[in-house]
């Protein structure tokens, strides 16, 4: 009499199990450094970004201060923002439109 063939029973593998185990680990691992070094580029790339804005705006304000030595343009700054006249000039105030 033939027996009847049984199924082959599964026996699990620690090694292929450990396997996986460190190639999820690892690969997590690495997903989140790929996301810090994302966010890191994009702050450095915020950051020059910011620092080229700053850089104009220092050379707009050492040009300006380069302006405010000479006495012509003081002169002007004085008539236009304060409204100055010298001595015996009558000022000119524009009428407001209706």
């Not at 705006?57 to 343009?73: D, F, M, S, V």
Request: net charge positive; hydrophobic share 40%; no cysteine.
């Amino acid at each position: 009499m033939a027996q009847p063939k049984q199924g082959k029973k599964y026996r699990l593998n620690w090694f292929r199990l450990v396997m996986l185990g460190l190639i999820g680990y690892f690969g997590y691992v690495l997903y989140g450094q790929y996301t810090e070094l994302a966010a890191i580029r994009q702050e450095t790339a915020a950051t020059r970004a910011r620092l080229e804005e700053v850089r104009q705006q220092n050379k707009a304000l050492q040009e300006e201060r380069q302006r405010l030595t000479t006495p012509a343009y003081v002169e002007k700054l004085a008539r236009e923002e304060l409204g100055l006249v010298k001595p015996g000039e009558v000022p000119f105030i524009p009428a407001g439109r209706n």
